[in-house]
C-alpha cells in the first residue's frame, strides 16, 4: 500500500490507464507550449502561465512522446502476447519492430535491411500517423536499419529526451524484478539513442514508475531511485547530478521557471526532462499529514512542469506519466479528458497491456 496519506490504493489496471493517460494530458498541454520561451507563455496566458487545458483553444494534441509510448506498449503487448501462447519471444526486436511501424507512420523509409513488421491494430489509427516534431535521433536511430544495442549503439552522442519520453510502459508491467524493468527499458532505449545518460535516464524513469505500481510513495520511490541512479555501474555523472538537484530543488518548494531552468537545464536532454518531471511532481506534494486531492496534485504538478523555456511536452508527460502511476486514473481532471485528442486510442492500448498482463478483458 502506498505510504503516502490520504491516498486511496489504485487497481494495476486503474493505474496503468492512468499512467498512460495521464503521459498523454501532461504531454498535450506542454506540446501547446513547447517552443515558447517563459516570457512568451506568459505573454499568451498571463503570469501564471499555461494552467489547464481548459486554457487552450481548438484541438488538444498530444505529440511523439504519447504516439511513441503507445508503440512502446504495443511492442510489450506483442511480447507477451508470443509469452502467453507458450513461445519465447526477443523483447526488443518486437519493441524495434513497433518502432519500425512507428517511423513509417511519420513518412520516413527504414533502410532496405531493415525488416518489414506486420501490420497491427495500432497502426490504424489515424492520430498516431501525424508528424508531431518527432525527436531527430528517433528518427535516425530507427532510419538506420540497425538494431542497436548498449554494446553496439546507433547515435552514440544522443542523449535527448525520446528514450525517457516513450519508457513509462515498462515501469507498468506487473510481476517482474525491478532489475528486468530497468534493463528492458535500458535496452529499448538503445535502439535509437546511444548515449549513456539517455539509457541510464530512461531506465530509472521506469524503475520510479515501476515502484510506484508496486505500491511505495512517491517521496520513498524518489529516493530509492536517486540512490540507485548513483550506484549504477558506469553511471553517466549527469543523471545523480540532476536527480540530487530536482530532490533539493522540490524541498525548497516551487521556484520560478527561470531558476528552474537554471538548476535542472531545459529538459531538451533525457536526465533533464526526467530532473524537471521529478522536482515538479515532488514540490506539488502537499506535506506530510495534509490531504491528498489527486486531481489537484496532477493539475498542478503538470502546469509546473510544463511552464519553462525548454521541452515542455515531455516533461508534462514524464510527470502525468507518474502520477498516474500513483494514484490511478482518480487523479485525472475530468475536463482535460474531455478536451484530449483521441483519448479512446490511449484506452484501448491501455486495455490490451491490461489484458495481457492480468488476463481481464
Avoid at 43 to 59: I, N, Y
Avoid at 72 to 92: F, M, Y
Avoid at 221 to 242: F, G, H, M, N, S
Wanted: hydrophobic share 45%; with cysteine.
Amino acid at each position: 500500500m502506498s505510504s503516502d496519506p490520504g491516498i486511496p490504493v489504485p487497481t494495476l489496471k486503474s493505474r496503468i490507464h492512468g499512467s498512460l493517460l495521464g503521459g498523454a494530458l501532461g504531454d498535450a498541454l506542454g506540446y501547446a507550449v513547447e517552443f515558447d520561451s517563459i516570457a512568451e507563455i506568459r505573454q499568451r496566458f498571463g503570469a501564471q502561465g499555461l494552467t489547464g487545458l481548459e486554457d487552450l483553444s481548438g484541438p488538444c494534441h498530444f505529440s511523439d512522446d504519447t504516439q511513441l509510448t503507445l508503440y512502446t506498449v504495443d511492442g510489450l503487448v506483442e511480447a507477451l502476447e508470443w509469452a502467453n501462447s507458450g513461445v519465447g519471444a526477443d523483447v526488443n526486436a518486437c519493441l524495434w519492430l513497433a518502432y519500425l511501424r512507428w517511423l513509417a507512420t511519420q513518412g520516413e523509409e527504414g533502410a532496405p535491411s531493415a525488416p518489414a513488421p506486420q501490420p497491427r491494430w495500432i497502426d490504424g489509427n489515424e492520430v498516431l500517423r501525424q508528424r508531431r516534431h518527432p525527436e531527430k535521433d528517433c528518427i535516425t536511430g530507427l532510419a538506420t536499419g540497425e538494431m542497436g544495442t548498449a554494446a553496439r549503439p546507433v547515435n552514440a552522442g544522443a542523449k535527448g529526451a525520446g528514450t525517457v519520453m516513450r519508457s513509462a510502459p515498462f515501469g507498468l508491467v506487473p510481476h517482474i524484478a525491478p532489475d528486468a524493468a530497468y534493463k528492458l527499458s535500458a535496452d529499448a532505449a538503445a535502439l535509437t539513442h546511444g548515449h549513456p545518460a539517455a539509457r541510464q535516464s530512461a531506465g530509472i524513469f521506469s524503475l520510479l514508475v515501476h515502484r510506484l505500481v508496486s505500491g511505495e510513495g512517491l517521496r520513498e520511490a524518489a529516493a530509492a531511485v536517486t540512490k540507485q541512479a548513483a550506484a549504477l555501474p558506469d553511471v553517466a555523472p549527469e543523471l545523480p547530478a540532476r536527480l540530487e538537484a530536482a530532490v533539493r530543488l522540490a524541498d525548497r518548494g516551487v521556484a520560478s521557471p527561470e531558476e528552474l531552468v537554471r538548476v535542472l537545464g531545459e529538459g531538451w536532454m533525457a536526465e533533464e526532462a526526467l530532473a524537471v518531471a521529478l522536482y515538479a511532481v515532488l514540490a506539488t506534494l502537499p506535506a506530510d499529514g495534509a490531504a491528498v486531492q489527486p486531481a489537484r496534485h496532477f493539475r498542478e504538478a503538470v502546469a509546473l512542469a510544463v511552464n519553462h523555456g525548454g521541452g515542455s511536452d515531455t516533461a508534462g508527460s514524464l510527470a502525468g506519466n507518474i502520477l498516474g502511476a500513483l494514484y490511478g486514473e482518480d487523479c485525472l481532471p475530468a475536463q482535460w479528458l474531455g478536451a484530449l485528442e483521441a483519448p479512446e486510442v490511449v484506452q484501448g492500448m491501455a486495455d490490451q497491456l491490461v489484458r495481457v498482463t492480468t488476463g481481464e478483458g
